[in-house]
C-alpha cells in the first residue's frame, strides 16, 4: 500500500498534496485532518490533532523536479544543506497557508531533526512560526557514532563517488522488494531481513513487531543521494556540525563565500525544544547528545529511554508509552499557555 491507502486502511482521513520548493523539487505531502470520527473526537486513540507528514527531496515521496530528471546527476546534487534551506520551509510554509494557522508544531526524528537544528538556526523566520521542536534521536554532530557511517568514513572523498557514483545512494532496488515480498514472510529469515533493515540503527526484537518486518521493509529504506551520504561521512571525519564541504576552497567560496563550510550553531534557535533520546542508539550516540543538549538554550524537556535504539522511536510497541504520551501532553500545555 501507498501511504495513503495506509492511512486509509487504518480508519483515518486522508490527504495527500504537492509542495514545490524554490529549486523545483516536488514533494508529497501526507495530511491526516482529524480522529477517526471528527475534529474532536478525542478517543483511546485519537488526540484530535491535524497531523502532516512530510518528506524530503531523493527519498521515495520526493523523487521528481520541474527542471531536472531523477536520471541526472543534477537532480542529485544535494544533502542535508538544501533539505533544510529549501524543503523545510516550503512544507511548513505551505502548512501554514492551507490551515490559516500562525505557528506548528514540529516533530522530527534522526536527520529530521537534523534539519530543524540547521533551519530554526539560520532561518529565524522560519523559527519563528514553531511553537515547539520535538526531536526524536536528535542527530546534530556525529563525531561518536557507531552505526554504519564510521564505514563510510574511512572511504576518501574522491574515491566515494568512484565508488557509488554521483546520483542516488542505497536505491530501493528490486532486490529489497524482492526480500520484502519473498523472505520475510518466512519466519526462518527473519534474521537476514533485520540486518537489511537495522544494519544502520541497531535491532530490539523485543520491542518489535516481527509479523510487519515485511511492511517496513517495503518502505525502508527510501532513499537518498549520494552527496548527502558523503556529508555524513565528511561530519563523522571533523566531528562538527556544518555544511557540506565541496572540496576545494574555491568552490566553497562560491557556495558560501568563505574558503571553509560554515559550522551551524545550535545555541541560535530561539524554539522551545524537548529532546528524547535511546540509550543503545548507534546512529546518536549518547556523548553527541550529550554535547548537544547544553546547546539547547530553550530546552523544555529532556528524556533518556535506556533501552531504545535508532528506530524505536517510531517501531517499537511501547513507542506510545515511552514517547508519543509525553509528547501530547507538552503538546495540550502548550495550548493551554
Not at 119 to 145: C, D, E, M, R, W
Not at 179 to 208: H, P, Q, W, Y
Request: aromatic residues 14%; proline residues 4%; contains cysteine.
Amino acid at each position: 500500500m501507498n501511504i495513503s491507502q495506509m492511512i486509509s486502511y487504518w480508519g483515518y482521513q486522508s490527504e495527500m498534496h504537492k509542495v514545490i520548493t524554490a529549486d523545483g523539487y516536488i514533494l508529497q505531502l501526507y495530511r491526516i485532518p482529524h480522529g477517526k470520527n471528527d475534529a474532536n473526537h478525542l478517543g483511546r486513540t485519537d488526540a484530535g490533532y491535524d497531523v502532516w507528514l512530510g518528506n524530503s527531496r531523493g527519498n521515495t515521496w520526493a523523487r521528481t523536479n520541474l527542471y531536472y530528471s531523477p536520471d541526472s546527476a543534477e537532480f542529485w546534487a544535494f544533502s542535508f544543506d538544501e533539505m533544510a534551506k529549501y524543503d523545510l520551509p516550503s512544507t511548513i510554509n505551505f502548512i501554514l497557508n492551507k490551515t490559516g494557522q500562525e505557528k506548528l508544531h514540529y516533530v522530527g526524528h534522526s536527520q529530521g531533526t537534523t534539519i530543524g537544528f540547521i533551519a530554526f538556526s539560520t532561518n529565524l523566520t522560519l523559527a519563528q512560526k514553531i511553537k515547539t521542536f520535538y526531536a526524536l534521536a536528535p542527530v546534530g554532530t556525529v563525531k561518536y557514532t557507531k552505526s554504519l557511517l564510521t564505514k563510510l568514513s574511512l572511504i576518501p572523498p574522491f574515491l566515494f563517488k568512484i565508488l557509488f557514483g554521483n546520483k542516488m545512494f542505497y536505491p530501493h532496488n528490486f532486490f529489497e522488494k524482492l526480500l520484502g515480498a519473498e523472505v520475510c514472510s518466512r519466519e526462518i529469515l527473519d534474521v537476514l531481513c533485520r540486518n537489511a533493515l537495522f544494519a544502520m540503527t541497531g535491532f530490539d526484537n523485543k520491542n518489535l513487531n516481527m509479523s510487519r518486518l515485511d511492511v517496513y521493509l517495503a518502505h525502508n529504506p527510501a532513499g537518498t543521494s549520494v552527496q548527502n551520504a558523503l556529508h555524513w561521512s565528511q561530519a563523522v571525519n571533523s566531528g562538527q556540525f556544518q555544511a557540506f564541504d565541496w572540496g576545494n576552497p574555491d568552490q566553497n567560496m562560491m557556495h558560501f563565500h568563505q574558503r571553509t563550510p560554515p559550522l551551524y550553531n545550535v545555541s541560535k534557535i530561539e524554539v522551545p525544544t524537548a529532546v528524547w533520546s535511546g540509550g543503545q542508539d548507534p546512529v546518536a550516540d549518547l556523548k553527541d547528545v550529550e554535547n548537544l543538549l547544553p546547546k539547547i538554550t530553550r530546552l523544555l524537556y529532556f528524556k533518556l529511554i535506556l533501552h531504545y535504539n535508532h528506530v524505536d522511536f517510531y517501531l517499537g510497541q511501547d513507542a506510545p508509552y515511552e514517547v508519543d504520551q509525553d509528547l501530547i501532553r507538552l503538546m495540550e500545555e502548550c495550548l493551554q499557555n
